[in-house]
Nanobody, 126 residues
């Protein structure tokens, strides 16, 4: 059973930074793509937004809303996915989920996800 576990969420002021981490099994590194999604307050599960992804070749994708502020990376030796979030804005407030899939569809499509973590909440105050 593949398990994903997020950590690093919290409450900060606008303009500050947070770093999210997701521990995962080696299986995911070898076979799939990993993505950070977020679900804003009041949004439904199927409205989760793809934030950033990294595939098995190390190629990355970012949502326009976070490009230049967020950086996704993988520590392959430790099997940890990270999301460095800088210059945070109140609209970044959401539950952030680590996800893994087999790269069969678009990176930002939550319906293509095979495995989800339980999430970690990020609150940004103005």
């Amino acid at each position: 059973q593949v398990q994903l576990e997020e950590s690093g969420g919290g409450s900060v002021q606008a303009g500050e930074s947070l770093k999210l981490s997701c521990s995962h099994s080696k299986y995911i590194h070898i076979t799939g793509r990993m993505t950070w999604f977020r679900q804003a307050p009041g949004k439904q599960r199927d409205e989760r937004e793809g934030v950033a992804s990294i595939d098995s070749d190390g190629n990355t994708n970012y949502a326009d809303s976070v490009r230049g502020r967020f950086t996704i990376s993988q520590d392959y030796a430790k099997h940890i996915l990270t999301l460095q979030m800088n210059n945070l804005k109140p609209e970044d407030t959401a539950m952030y989920f680590c996800a893994a899939d087999r790269e069969l569809g678009a990176w930002y499509d939550p319906y293509g996800v095979d495995y989800w973590g339980k999430g970690t909440f990020v609150t940004i105050s103005s």
